[in-house]
């Protein structure tokens, strides 16, 4: 018995150092919009260590920009809405859960620190790999390296939004729109998603006038949950569907 390396590690050593290095890239992009988020933030009416503490205990960017998107609208009044709001898109973390169950493995402590780092990104990379040590790499280093960055970033842009005032003379608020476009155009490949995002964006725009802000996000989430239940318009679509194993590519986390 020898106990040099057999040749059949070596794949596996490469594999773990790609997960390494993809997951510190995606990290390192998507810390970014922490940034933006952190300025949107201060100019809704939150105080600097009020915007830290949300990116530190929410951290789920979509469901961050919803929050104080609705409460820079429409104020204390809308915080109800902004949570629901903010829920309604948190609820994507769940599934996302499950399927990282078997990655993540036992124990009740790992189980418990991998909850705040299951995300967009971290779920990705991790089922983007192929051995089950290359998939536990590129999750936790992609969920811990986001997590440190995002907070970061949060702060310096929050220290910048209450320095330079109202961010959108300088188009920060259009990250959050675009953040919410990326999420949705990979899903846009059959007839049933792209009705759905229509009608969606129509639902909202003629609601808002007549609703306080939050709510008229929530019903087009509303008229989407029904139509994906009911199937309505996707029956005869024949698009290929997504391999169970991979995570939606695009979006925040």
């Not at 330079?164 to 990250?175: I, K, Q």
């Amino acid at each position: 018995m020898t106990l040099d390396p057999h040749f059949d590690d070596a794949p596996s050593v490469g594999e773990g150092r790609r997960a390494v290095r993809e997951g510190l890239g995606v990290a390192l992009a998507t810390s970014a919009y922490g940034i933006s988020f952190g300025a949107l933030a201060v100019t809704a009416g939150l105080d600097v260590w009020q915007t830290c503490v949300l990116s530190l205990v929410m951290f789920t960017g979509g469901s961050q920009f919803a929050f104080v998107g609705i409460v820079g609208a429409g104020g204390l009044a809308a915080v109800p809405a902004a949570i629901a709001s903010a829920a309604l898109l948190g609820v994507r973390n769940v599934a996302y859960g499950i399927r990282m169950s078997p990655v993540i493995g036992a124990g009740l402590w790992r189980r418990a620190a991998a909850a705040q780092f299951t995300i967009d990104e971290s779920t990705a990379v991790a089922l983007a790999q192929r051995s089950p040590h290359a998939r536990t790499l590129g999750f936790w280093v992609t969920g811990i390296g986001i997590y440190i960055g995002w907070n970061l970033s949060t702060l310096a842009g929050a220290l910048l939004g209450d320095v330079l005032g109202d961010v959108r003379a300088y188009g920060l608020d259009a990250a959050a729109a675009a953040a919410f476009l990326a999420l949705l155009w990979p899903r846009l490949r059959a007839r049933q998603p792209i009705v759905v995002g229509v009608a969606a964006a129509v639902v909202a725009p003629v609601l808002t006038p007549v609703l306080m802000p939050g709510l008229p996000v929530i019903i087009a989430a509303l008229v989407a949950i029904v139509v994906g239940w009911t199937n309505w318009l996707g029956k005869d679509d024949r698009v290929e569907s997504e391999p169970d194993d991979v995570a939606e590519r695009e979006g925040l986390p």
